[in-house]
């Protein structure tokens, strides 16, 4: 890896700055100061020390975020603020990106990552990666209303998801409901209520796989997976 590569990851300024730091002197690989950007390094074998503090380089980064409503899924938006706003400039400069989306008013659990394999284990179809969503529903949800969730829905446009674990929390006039499903349609979880003739007025997500929201992350808030829960998330079958 080149040296300004490293240092641009671990967010140590643009590249003009980068060659300010580096004509100071203050930049050594193994104890030898190092003057050129294109200097090639490896960071898991070689020591580098910025300003007498040794780097400790990470590849990847995982995030756990309770997205708000009004923030869109994605990292950059003209219009829109993103979840990538929501991070600080030491955990955008790893570039990560949201895996899979929640719809703009939807709240709850997002994982951001730069780790594309990771990613597209956890979206692929044929993973079948469960993902459980708490919603209040204007209507009453009903026990046919289970049966026809666990058969598959035909959605507005004529596709039928496959089958989803329809819980029943409180049923009425407004019902509260989780529901399990294994795809990622567009709007899926909304469509699939109007197929029934209801409305979903409040979704989020409270799981994905193996990970779960945590309660103690309040909306908006964020902090890195830890050791045990990424394991996880990596070996799920």
Not at 2 to 20: F, I, P, T, V
Not at 47 to 76: C, D, H, W
Not at 83 to 95: G, N, S, T, W
Not at 121 to 149: C, M, N, W
Request: aromatic share 6%; hydrophobic share 35%.
């Amino acid at each position: 890896m080149r040296l300004d590569k490293l240092l641009s990851n671990m967010g140590y300024g643009s590249r003009k700055e980068m060659k300010k730091l580096l004509k100071s002197g203050t930049v050594l690989i193994d104890g030898v100061p190092a003057k050129e950007g294109k200097a090639q390094v490896d960071p898991f074998k070689q020591v580098v020390v910025v300003n007498g503090e040794k780097i400790e380089y990470r590849e990847f980064i995982y995030i756990l975020m309770n997205k708000p409503q009004g923030v869109i899924s994605a990292t950059e938006d003209r219009e829109h603020k993103t979840v990538i706003d929501l991070l600080p400039v030491e955990y955008q400069v790893f570039e990560p990106f949201p895996v899979g989306r929640l719809d703009k008013d939807t709240e709850g659990l997002l994982l951001l990552t730069n780790d594309g394999q990771l990613s597209h284990q956890l979206l692929s179809p044929k993973k079948h990666v469960p993902k459980t969503y708490f919603a209040r529903i204007d209507g009453e949800v009903t026990e046919h209303d289970q049966e026809a969730f666990k058969m598959g829905i035909i959605l507005d446009d004529g596709y039928e998801t496959k089958p989803g674990d329809l819980v029943i929390l409180s049923s009425g006039s407004t019902s509260e409901i989780e529901l399990t499903i294994t795809e990622g349609k567009f709007h899926q979880v909304k469509r699939m209520f109007q197929a029934v003739g209801k409305e979903v007025t409040y979704l989020q997500r409270i799981s994905m796989g193996t990970l779960t929201l945590d309660p103690v992350l309040k909306i908006g808030e964020y902090r890195e997976l830890i050791e045990d829960e990424l394991v996880k998330l990596q070996n799920r079958e």
